[in-house]
């Protein structure tokens, strides 16, 4: 599947939950920083500092033979156009041919056609149409009040789990209402800063002035000594 939106709409957030729901692994590649097909299925043992593809990797070296493989940006690969990073997906998107699959460094057929293919998008017109052929597209819009609103409910209850921190099981509605103004990615950055503010302030709860969107303008701290 594509997942096609805004960024920080909680796409890749969206299929690491999904490889949990299923049971099975996740593999995690940044298409935007992929140079070459090579990196996914492997360069010829004959090339200098040759290794298996991140497709033979993940079959062998996890424990899953239908791992959730996120291609992060898929609208972002670029590289030398004689090593077309979207090459490989042509092969490995049709289950007939990913079921003979063959890394070039280990040269031997395995069976790829069990892997689940998530990528995400921000546009979709820079996509060779093959490849969109090959998937079911679904549009992510952005979220309403009520479903922004529940998304940040989320998130809080998410960083408490994961921290155990002596803060109220919920949030003031002056809280939620400032992060239902944000994109599910930054609720978490000001959360987790939010968090901090208000133990330096000795307060075990929050209050809407910790949560600061002025800091996602890029600026950069400064530290004195």
Same mark, same amino acid.
């Given at each position: 599947?594509?997942?096609?939106?805004?960024?920080?709409?909680?796409?890749?957030?969206?299929?690491?939950?999904?490889?949990?729901?299923?049971?099975?692994?996740? &593999?995690?590649?940044?298409?935007?920083? %992929?140079? $070459?097909?090579? @990196? !996914?299925?492997?360069?010829?043992?004959?090339? *200098? *500092?040759?290794?298996?593809?991140?497709?033979?990797?993940?079959?062998? /070296?996890?424990?899953?033979? *239908?791992?959730?493989?996120?291609?992060? /940006?898929?609208?972002?690969?670029?590289?030398?156009?004689?090593?077309?990073?979207?090459?490989?997906?042509?092969?490995l998107l049709e289950r007939d041919t990913a079921a003979h699959f063959k890394d070039e460094f280990i040269d031997v057929d395995?069976? $790829?056609?069990?892997?689940?293919?998530?990528?995400?998008?921000?546009?979709?017109?820079?996509? #060779? /149409? #093959?490849?969109?052929?090959?998937?079911? @597209?679904?549009?992510? &819009?952005?979220?309403?009040?009520?479903?922004?609103?529940?998304?940040?409910?989320?998130?809080?209850? /998410?960083? %408490?789990?994961?921290?155990?921190?002596?803060? #109220?099981? &919920?949030?003031? &509605?002056?809280? !939620?209402?400032?992060?239902?103004? =944000? #994109?599910?990615?930054?609720?978490?950055?000001?959360? !987790?800063?939010?968090?901090?503010?208000?133990? =330096?302030? *000795?307060?075990?709860?929050?209050?809407?002035?910790?949560?600061?969107?002025?800091?996602?303008?890029?600026?950069?701290?400064? %530290?004195?000594?």
């Open positions: 599947m594509l997942l096609l939106g805004a960024p920080g709409l909680g796409k890749t957030y969206f299929a690491k939950k999904l490889a949990q729901a299923l049971g099975t692994g996740f &593999e995690f590649v940044s298409m935007s920083s %992929l140079t $070459a097909g090579w @990196v !996914l299925t492997g360069a010829s043992a004959q090339w *200098n *500092n040759a290794r298996p593809g991140k497709v033979a990797q993940t079959l062998i /070296e996890r424990e899953y033979a *239908n791992p959730v493989v996120v291609l992060d /940006e898929v609208d972002k690969a670029g590289g030398d156009s004689r090593y077309d990073p979207m090459g490989a997906l042509y092969a395995m069976d $790829a056609s069990h892997i689940l293919w998530v990528a995400t998008a921000n546009d979709e017109s820079t996509i #060779p /149409e #093959p490849i969109l052929n090959r998937m079911n @597209v679904y549009a992510i &819009e952005q979220p309403d009040a009520d479903g922004a609103r529940t998304i940040a409910l989320a998130v809080y209850h /998410e960083i %408490l789990d994961a921290h155990h921190w002596p803060f #109220p099981h &919920e949030p003031s &509605e002056s809280v !939620l209402e400032r992060l239902s103004t =944000l #994109p599910p990615r930054d609720m978490r950055k000001l959360l !987790l800063d939010a968090f901090g503010t208000a133990r =330096l302030a *000795n307060r075990d709860f929050l209050v809407p002035e910790d949560i600061d969107a002025k800091k996602l303008c890029g600026r950069k701290a400064r %530290l004195g000594f």
